[in-house]
Antibody
Framework: QVQLQESGPGLVKPSRTLSLTCTVS??????????WSWIRQPAGKGLEWIGR???????ESNPSLESRVSMSVDASKNQFSLKLNSVTAADTAVYYC??????????????????WGRGTLVTVSS | DIQMTQSPSSLSASVGDRVSITCRAS??????LNWYQQKPGKAPNVLIY???SLQSGVPSRFSGSGSGTDFTLTITSLQPEDFATYYC?????????FGGGTRVDVK
């Protein structure tokens, strides 16, 4: 059973770079079964998709964050990573790594978030 | 971005009640609609994908319906473990977007 676990600093100073890593266990990051994704959730609020990376290294980001986001895959460690630069207090949230998987139905190929890490709280404060 | 609007934002119900939550997309998304359950301090968990397909391991009291712009999640007989927040999410267009959530609590 594939599992995900986020790791990284819980406190980041304003204007600095937030860096998180997600370790994939129980399966290979190169399987091609998932788009590896990042999602965040400010306290008491809803979910915001940050971006995703495929095992090939191709990425796609939320246009609202695109200029500040970079993602990478390290297949040798079975990990993928997120960097968000120039952070402010508005970036304080629980950050989840997730696996976005597609299923072929009778009418469409539908993607959904099938795997989730436990989440890690990142606070932006001086 | 496609905006997803859920209603109600919260509801109070009792064990055994039938509960329905609606989700409306700002444009047609066919059946590219998923439902998640989130409990406090936990990650979301997919219940329904492709509008009406039950994820493996999810109890059959959960069902989804709809197509186009209007969707419904129904819980036929609410159980104690179902008190949680529910989110819809569209995967028709990037970026994938979520509804604002519906909190189901004890009446």
């Amino acid at each position: 059973q594939v599992q995900l676990q986020e790791s990284g600093p819980g406190l980041v100073k304003p204007s600095r770079t937030l860096s998180l890593t997600c370790t994939v266990s129980g399966g290979s990051i190169n399987s091609g079964d998932y788009y590896w994704s990042w999602i965040r959730q400010p306290a008491g609020k809803g979910l915001e998709w940050i971006g995703r990376i495929y095992f090939t290294g191709s990425t796609e980001s939320n246009p609202s964050l695109e200029s500040r986001v970079s993602m990478s895959v390290d297949a040798s460690k079975n990990q993928f990573s997120l960097k968000l630069n120039s952070v402010t207090a508005a970036d304080t949230a629980v950050y989840y790594c997730a696996g976005f998987r597609g299923v072929l139905t009778a009418t469409a190929f539908v993607l959904f978030f099938d795997l989730w890490g436990r989440g890690t709280l990142v606070t932006v404060s001086s | 971005d496609i905006q997803m609007t859920q209603s109600p934002s919260s509801l109070s119900a009792s064990v055994g009640d039938r509960v329905s939550i609606t989700c409306r997309a700002s444009q047609s998304i066919s059946n590219y609609l998923n439902w998640y359950q989130q409990k406090p301090g936990k990650a979301p968990n997919v219940l329904i994908y492709a509008a009406s397909s039950l994820q493996s391991g999810v109890p059959s009291r959960f069902s989804g319906s709809g197509s186009g712009t209007d969707f419904t999640l129904t819980i036929t007989s609410l159980q104690p473990e179902d008190f949680a927040t529910y989110y819809c999410q569209q995967s028709h267009t990037t970026p994938p977007t979520f509804g604002g959530g519906t909190r189901v609590d004890v009446k």
